[in-house]
């Protein structure tokens, strides 16, 4: 069995474009994304769901269920059919789902899975080309419930998101976390609010 760490690696080396990075996000970073998951998305019993796209090697997916959110209520979506597996063994509890998030709307419209209080997203973003990051973009706030975010992280210096104005979306910088191969920022997206002045 690889590690984590490992098996990142060896998908990284099969298709860079892909898997975006060398190593799984550090505890620090998975626990920065976590806790900007709204209080009423946690703890069993809570309404609505919370989804994650790219799950990996699962940091996140932890750092998610140690925040509170319950097994029942947090939806992975993860598009590599090993990682998708690595992830299903590894946390029985929770609906993994392979796909792609370029389908959010069609994957979770098929799981019943609604509503969705906060999407937290490990998607190499700034690798892709426009069309398929704004076709991403579209997909994830049209799942959104009103007001909820997107929680993103970068390694990049700037907005990972590029089509904001084009999907009527702002966002800032929450979070840098230095603990992490490389450093990374934690950007929180919202639909209908106004543009933060660090949001470049």
Do not use: C
């Not at 799984?24 to 998951?37: F, G, N, V, Y």
């Amino acid at each position: 069995m690889f590690s984590d760490s490992r098996l990142i690696l060896k998908l990284w080396l099969k298709n860079p474009m892909k898997i975006g990075t060398v190593a799984p996000s550090s505890p620090e970073l998975a626990s920065a994304m976590a806790r900007h998951i709204p209080p009423h998305s946690l703890g069993p019993g809570g309404e609505g769901y919370v989804v994650e796209l790219g799950g990996g090697t699962g940091p996140v997916t932890r750092a998610i269920l140690e925040a509170g959110v319950s097994a029942d209520r947090l939806i992975v979506v993860e598009r590599d059919p090993l990682l998708h597996k690595h992830l299903v063994e590894r946390y029985p509890g929770v609906r993994v789902l392979l796909g792609d998030a370029m389908h959010l709307q069609q994957l979770l419209r098929r799981e019943g899975v609604a509503p969705v209080r906060a999407i937290v997203s490990s998607l190499p973003l700034i690798a892709m080309k426009k069309a398929i990051q704004h076709r991403i973009g579209a997909q994830v706030f049209a799942v959104l419930e009103p007001d909820a975010p997107m929680i993103q992280f970068t390694y990049g210096l700037f907005s990972p998101l590029k089509n904001r104005q084009r999907l009527g979306v702002s966002g800032s910088v929450k979070d840098r976390v230095l603990q992490n191969l490389p450093p990374a920022s934690v950007w929180l997206y919202r639909k209908g609010r106004g543009s933060d002045a660090r949001a470049a």
